[in-house]
């Protein structure tokens, strides 16, 4: 079969950005024939990709125009300059940019793509939160819909929780921290206050980070002589015990380039590991990952589709309402992060 010399050429193109060391050459082959026809109509249609880093590496190499963390997607979102954005990440994070770019239409790719920490609390929770704990601010983690933002009084990531909450403490003795229960454990501890006393938790769980074995982790530090284990602040207080670093996404990527160790295990989602390989190419990493199953519901196909022909389903609103509360409470984060 004869290849044509635009996909010879997106085929180079995707080389150089590490992803053929993750997959077999007629993979490669049939992922540009889609990058190709995404980044043709990205143009035609003036449309951004916003891709999150659990997002499949195809999507980040091959299509992605912005590419992070929620920290820094939500930062992107605010300097966009298109029409129309299509949101390869979950559905709270699609509200986020919505919300910061109301005049766009913003698609997410697959309805399906939700969380299971923004489905654990909803506006109703954190009113009655509130009423139990009168003048506690509450700081809300980003992985929620809008409508819980917009209840709240600060949104936070796992990038800048730590920073907020320490903030919020000189002027407040209780702080309210929801969803994410295990970082919640986590900010406690390193902040040195008690849980249910000074910090009030939920018992929200990202369903990747909860399941992690602590056990897996000490036989791999010994086996690999100078291995360095990462891990998301979104896992349970065992795991981190472990840990040389615990962080955000973006946290881990700038530990691992300041670093130099005999090998890395990122204890997060699979995609990650992946994305870092592409970026440090010299370095060494070691399996131990989970699959998001609403990060990955997304696929190039699917960007394809929703770029020629948008459903109205997957156009995101966020009430006009609820968007100005949230969107108050995701600049608080910028102004306290800052
Ligand atoms: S990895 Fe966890 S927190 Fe992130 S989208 Fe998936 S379920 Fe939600």
Redesign the pocket.
Known sequence: MEISKEILKEMNRLRETGLSNMCAENSLFEIAKLTIEINRLKKEKNAVICA?V?QRPEIIAGVGDFSGDSYKLAKDAVNVKADKIIFC??H?MAETAKILNPEKKVYIPDTE??????ESISAADIKKLKKMHPGAPVATYI?TSAKTKAESDVVVTSANAEKILTRLFEKHKKVIFVP?RYMGINLAKKLNKKIGKDIILWEGK????EKFNAKLIREEKKRISGLLALAHS?CPAEIIKEVDFMGGTGDMMRYIEKTQAAAYMLI??CAMGEVAKMRFPSKNFVSMC?L????KTITLEKVLETLRNPKKEQEVNVEEAVAVKAKKAIEKMFELAE
């Open positions: 999150h659990y990440g979950v709270f793509a939700g969380c299971s920490l923004s992985n994410d990202c369903i990747v980070h979104e997060t989602e989970r998001c199953p609403y990060m």
